[in-house]
């Protein structure tokens, strides 16, 4: 099994940044592929971010030039660097892995989760 434990969020003003990071433990998540997901009050669990083993990388438009995906397979580890962050980039957000290969936008594709981190904007 694989444990995911999100940290890094917190209360910013708009046009601010935050660093999420994910630690993976139980098992290795260096050959899996990863995601970052956000869930708004009252909506849908909604695709961020995603890289593969291979360092492909698909992220959603609405984040596209602010925000950046990464990990770090040493350390078992994924990222999502956020800048010019908006009152509409307020929501928890998810990290999670697959067990098969290739990036998925789609939520329900996901083998594993983390227990969230809360990111709220000001405006």
């Known amino acids: 099994q694989v444990q995911l434990v999100e940290s890094g969020g917190g209360l910013v003003q708009a046009g601010g940044s935050l660093r999420l990071s994910c630690a993976a433990s139980g098992r290795t998540v260096s050959n899996k592929p990863m995601a970052w997901f956000r869930q708004a009050p009252g909506k849908e669990r909604e695709f961020v971010a995603a890289?593969?083993?291979?360092?492909?990388?698909n992220y959603a438009d609405s984040v596209k030039g602010r925000f950046t995906i990464s990990r770090n397979n040493a350390k078992n580890s994924l990222y999502l660097q956020m800048n010019s962050l908006t009152p509409e980039d307020t929501a928890v957000y998810y990290c999670?892995?697959?067990?098969?290969?290739?990036?998925?936008?789609?939520?329900?594709?996901?083998?594993?989760w983390g227990q969230g981190t809360q990111v709220a904007v000001s405006s």
């Open positions: 999670a892995a697959r067990d098969p290969d290739g990036l998925e936008y789609d939520p329900l594709k996901y083998d594993y």
């Open positions: 890289i593969s083993r291979l360092y492909r990388i």
